[in-house]
């Protein structure tokens, strides 16, 4: 999945898997191989012989009508060169004509079924793009005084939602943040982001405190595990709130990744407590609400939040990916310069992608809303 909060363009009309480029060649090939073998070996060959698959090959590439059209053209082929040399009428000719025609029938079924399942293909397509996109919404570019920048990429790129989870509410209380990483993968982790957001979204307009929308969500969590049987449900997640023109974030961990602090060169890790994932407070020790630290965000600076797709990616030496000397050595604090660097350097670093990945960026603009 792309950067997430950059303009989109209006989505073009799914497409079924198409065949490598080369395939629609092939039957071109096969015809140029009998003609070259035709008019070199004339006496010796009945290049004819090498037509019979043609309307199959076409099936792979084309529709129904034209494996029809190569079928006859095939067959009207065959009878000029067997023609050509007295052979038209001979009984082992007379059965080639047979298996091109019969050849033809199984590529004309095989070409409508390919193009039947590509169209199934495409409208389940369509109905897990739209789900997706209700599940995971694009983050806006500006939230209030802060702009914004998100990067989510699904492990199995298509699956397009992964067990990694992020939202974004401007509400009467500020602007409030979530971003979290689901135990376990699969379609049950996807479940638990859905269920998450969900109670997220409804909450946070309504709940006056970061501390108390903690805890809803940790209920949340705790009844899904409950109703799923898994006692070893749970999710890490960092919640924030910005209220505007303040210059301060509030923030809550429970049991996630300590936030970022970047300015310029300079990469701070954010100290604060590190309380029990969502889904486990029933098991602290006290039953008080989650501490907030307060983060000073002014002007210039940039709040970095991220789930251990990013720190944990590994090269092929097992090295982790160096995220703070990474941004250190970036020379900028821009939201969006720095996720499109995370997203084009992780990869690099990496390769291919073995967790599901997800970062917000949070800087107050000078200029205001």
């Known amino acids: 999945m792309p950067v997430a909060n950059r303009p989109e363009p209006r989505p073009a009309a799914p497409t079924g898997p198409r065949a490598p480029r080369w395939v629609p060649w092939l039957p071109v090939l096969l015809l140029l191989i009998d003609l070259g073998a035709e008019a070199l070996f004339s006496d010796a060959v009945a290049a004819g012989f090498l037509l019979t698959p043609i ?14 059209l190569s079928t006859a053209g095939v067959i009207g082929l065959q009878v000029a060169l067997a023609a050509r040399v ?19 029938v199984m590529g004309t079924a095989l070409s409508w079924q390919r193009i039947r399942q590509e169209r199934s293909l495409v ?10 996109r209700a599940v995971l919404r694009p983050v806006p570019e500006r939230a209030g005084d802060l702009r914004v920048a998100a990067l989510y990429r699904a492990a ?6 992964g ?3 992020y939202a974004l509410c401007d509400t009467r209380f500020g602007v409030r943040v979530l971003l979290g990483d689901v135990r376990g993968k699969g379609l049950e982790a996807v479940r638990t982001v859905a269920e998450v957001l969900g109670a997220f979204r409804a909450a946070a307009h309504d709940t006056a405190g970061l501390a108390e929308l903690a805890e809803q969500l940790d209920r949340t ?21 910005y209220a505007g023109g303040s210059g301060r974030v509030d923030v809550i961990n429970r049991g996630h990744l300590a936030p970022l602090l970047l300015s310029g060169t300079t990469v ?3 100290p604060c407590p590190d309380d029990l994932p969502l889904g486990l407070g029933h098991l602290a020790a006290s039953a008080g609400p989650a501490a907030t630290t307060e983060v000073l965000l002014p002007p210039g600076h940039t ?30 604090s821009s939201p969006d310069l720095v996720v499109a660097f995370l997203d084009r350097d992780v990869v690099a670093y990496a390769g291919r992608l073995a967790d599901d990945l997800a970062v917000l960026a949070l800087s107050p603009s000078p200029s205001g809303p």
């Open 86 to 104: 007295g052979h038209l009428d001979e009984q082992h000719h007379v059965w080639v004509y047979v298996a091109t025609l019969l050849s033809g």
């Open 303 to 332: 709040l970095l939040v991220h789930t251990d797709g990013v720190s944990e990616a590994r090269d092929a030496s097992g090295a982790f990916y160096p995220l703070t000397g990474r941004l250190g050595s970036l020379g900028t």
């Open 268 to 270: 701070v890790t954010v």
């Open 163 to 165: 067990g990694d989870l």
């Open 156 to 161: 199995h790129a298509d699956a397009g939602v």
């Open 123 to 132: 409208r389940a397509r369509t109905v897990a793009e739209t789900l997706q």
């Open 55 to 68: 309307p199959v090959v076409v099936a792979f590439s084309y529709g129904p009508g034209t494996a029809l």
């Open 221 to 241: 969590v705790l009844r899904e595990a409950i109703d799923r049987g898994d006692e070893e449900l749970f999710v890490t997640a960092v919640l924030l709130q």
